[in-house]
């Protein structure tokens, strides 16, 4: 097993305040793209969590996890940004808070 | 003719539902002619029969068909016809042909002349089968039939709240009675096992001795149901009420015919109410009390056609007194005249309010009798009958009433003292009504004559009120004959002499002004006096207090729920959740972020208060 250059504790504590940051990011931001880039950030952060673990004990789950949460990042920013011109399109704005037909 | 007698009741029934159903398109000449027309020839077919009758006095049955069979109650719509009944369906359509020609004209101006005309048929056929009923349950129909009937008449012009009220005062009063009627009726089925009137009465004197409790009772609720209906103590404060329908109504209904229903149950059961001589003592004290209570207040009134309700219950006070003491045939005689001289007097009133633009106060009046000389001599007759001066055809009939009442075992010359003070009180009023009407200066002036068809009911019931007493009544074989001995002559004379001194107090007040009201009747305590009298001795405020406002006071408690509050609570509370919930559901996803993140932390933060080894 090979000890890492950084201790995974000093990686997790990254991750998880790169989690919070996206968190706090997609609690207070209006603006639809920039939940989405707090969304990105949130996703990323718990790829970087799994890295670390695999490098950690060695193993492959590691990065295969990681290849997963890329691909279903992508695959999120294609809807996203499709969901983005729509609404741009419908409300002419970008602020969620005006996207609330679905109220009560 | 025997099988022609369902033809009577049948006429008025028919011309009824044609006038309820086609009224609307008929012309007013068709309506009258179907409504009085019906009536005409119900009673033709009424004279047919009693000529009959009068060749072959056999009582007369005839079932026409089975109207119901349960177990071992079976009832018939069946007629029994006697003495008492011809007398009955003479009456009724006799006088109710009168009333009906009369309203014809009264009622020319009214926009619901069919409508009148439907409920007015329809209370002639009620009224008919209540006098032809052979078993009491057929006579409760009829007896309920004339009850829904006078209840649509009084409240005819209903658009007047007033008027609505007065209907239904006087159908929930006679209902008390007619309560005890029912109660009386399933009694008598339970004990006797039939309601068949003439087999009851025969299976009655078969089980019960004279004196018995359980006929006493029965008899005692029958004679509840007949004071329902006639107006007696305690259940009369409808009828002063009831004169709020249109006059040739109370003439009919409230005068001649349907208030002596109860006079004509007695008489028709009278084999029961012999087995029971507390009965009997209670119906003639009933009969007393009422007469002359109704007296009094009579004499106080203003409204003419109210002194004259309160005079039609102080006559059937003397009606049940005379059934008290047994005089059956006597209170039948007098049932025949006063339905005589009361639809005079008020067919007469009706001529007055019709010609002097609705006015109902007498002091408003005055000096008609050059005015309106048919009616003023309608009145004069009508009250002289009323007063029961000798020659007149209530003379014959109170006169009896009260001789026969002297010779009651118990108490008899007590009443007769009583009758004797009615009959005094009876001619002052009769007379106070007619000297303030018709003499003095005129205060309104009539505004049109009175027509044919006014004047010849009029001019036909001034004849039979002055001849009725000379009509022997078919009812020897009805009614156990009156004992032949007379009282000594001076009872008589007396008897008499009454009504006499009656008119000339009447003439000495109201007149001739020789006589003066004693100075303590305007004083305070006469003040009071008389407003108590006018108000009906304070019954009606007596059961206001008593009865119809703590009823009203539940009713409005009841009508707020208040079990109901326990369940519409329950509702409540969940529309309020309901609400609380559906306004987090806000369409801000921000919101539903921030919800789920501290939603979260909260979950976590119990999972490691709870297990704080887990992790």
């Known amino acids: 097993m090979q000890e890492l250059a950084v201790p995974l504790n000093h990686v997790l504590l990254v991750s998880s305040l790169l989690f919070c940051i996206g968190m706090l990011g997609l609690m207070m931001r209006r603006n639809i793209i920039f939940i989405l880039m707090s969304l990105e950030v949130m996703l990323n952060a718990s790829a970087l969590a799994f890295i670390a673990a695999g490098a950690h004990w060695g193993q492959p789950d590691g990065q295969i996890m990681f290849m997963l949460i890329l691909s279903v990042a992508a695959a999120e920013v294609a809807v996203g940004l499709g969901l983005v011109l729509q609404v741009q399109r419908r409300f002419k704005t970008l602020d969620m808070d005006n996207a609330n037909r679905m109220r009560g | ?615």
């Not at chain 2, 359509?93 to 409920?119: C, K, N």
Request: charged share 10%; net charge neutral; proline share 4%.
């Open chain 2, 1 to 615: 003719m025997s099988n022609a007698i369902g033809l009577v009741p049948l006429l008025p029934l028919l011309s009824s539902l044609l006038l309820m159903i086609f009224g609307a398109r008929m012309t007013r000449p068709m309506i009258t002619l179907l409504g009085v027309g019906s009536v005409g020839a119900a009673a033709l077919a009424t004279a047919a029969l009693a000529m009959e009758f009068m060749a072959n006095p056999q009582p007369i049955e005839i079932t026409l068909w089975t109207w119901m069979k349960v177990a071992n109650l079976t009832s018939g719509v069946a007629f029994y016809v006697d003495g008492l009944t011809l007398v009955m369906m003479s009456v009724i359509t006799g006088v109710g042909f009168l009333i009906h020609l009369f309203s014809s004209e009264f009622m020319h101006q009214d926009a619901s002349y069919a409508r009148y005309f439907a409920y007015l048929n329809m209370f002639v056929c009620a009224m008919l089968v209540l006098v032809l009923a052979d078993n009491l349950l057929l006579l409760y129909l009829g007896w309920e039939g004339v009850g829904v009937c006078s209840y649509l008449l009084v409240g005819f012009w209903y658009t007047d709240r007033a008027n609505g009220r007065a209907a239904r005062k006087a159908f929930i009063v006679t209902r008390i009675g007619d309560t005890a009627m029912a109660l009386g009726l399933l009694l008598l089925f339970t004990e006797l096992g039939t309601l068949d009137i003439q087999s009851m009465v025969g299976a009655a004197n078969a089980k019960w001795q004279v004196g018995d409790s359980l006929p006493t009772l029965a008899c005692l609720l029958l004679l509840a149901g007949a004071a329902g209906k006639s107006a007696q103590l305690p259940l009369h404060t409808w009828l002063p009420d009831a004169m709020a329908g249109p006059t040739p109504v109370s003439a009919l209904i409230h005068a001649a015919t349907m208030v002596t229903a109860g006079v004509y149950l007695i008489a028709r059961t009278h084999g029961l109410f012999l087995l029971s001589p507390t009965a009997m003592t209670t119906v003639a004290i009933v009969g007393i009390a009422t007469s002359l209570l109704a007296a009094v207040t009579a004499l106080m009134q203003s409204d003419i056609k109210r002194i004259l309700a309160y005079s039609t219950i102080s006559q059937i006070g003397y009606m049940f007194l005379a059934l008290g003491v047994g005089a059956w045939t006597a209170g039948i005689f007098h049932l025949m005249t006063h339905a005589f001289f009361k639809a005079l007097l008020f067919l007469g009133s009706g001529a007055i309010i019709h010609c002097l633009h609705h006015e109902h106060n007498i002091f408003k009046m005055g000096g008609l009798r050059s005015r309106m000389p048919v009616t003023f001599w309608s009145f004069m007759i009508g009250s002289a009958a009323l007063a029961a001066l000798p020659m007149t055809s209530g003379f014959f009939s109170k006169d009896q009433i009260l001789l026969q009442a002297y010779q009651q075992a118990s108490i008899g010359p007590w009443l007769w003292l009583a009758g004797l003070l009615g009959a005094l009180l009876t001619a002052v009023y009769s007379f106070r009504l007619v000297f303030i009407v018709f003499f003095g200066n005129a205060k309104t002036e009539p505004d049109r004559e009175i027509g044919w068809a006014m004047a010849i009911p009029l001019t036909i019931l001034c004849a039979l009120s002055m001849v009725g007493g000379y009509f022997a009544l078919p009812l020897a074989q009805v009614f156990p004959t009156a004992s032949a001995d007379h009282p000594a002559h001076w009872v008589e004379i007396v008897s008499i002499g009454v009504p006499l001194v009656g008119l000339a107090i009447a003439y000495g007040l109201y007149l001739g002004r020789q006589l003066s009201a004693p100075s303590w009747t305007t004083g305070v305590t006469g003040q009071a006096l008389r407003e108590f009298w006018f108000s009906g001795w304070g019954i009606d405020r007596l059961y206001d207090g008593l009865l119809v406002r703590p009823y009203d006071r539940l009713a409005a408690l009841f009508s707020s729920e208040p079990v109901d509050r326990f369940y519409s609570a329950i509702v409540d509370v969940n529309q309020t959740l309901h609400q609380w919930l559906s306004s987090t559901q806000s369409g801000r996803m921000r919101w539903y972020i921030a919800s789920m993140v501290f939603g979260l932390i909260a979950l976590l933060g119990i999972a490691f208060n709870i297990a704080p080894g887990a992790l």
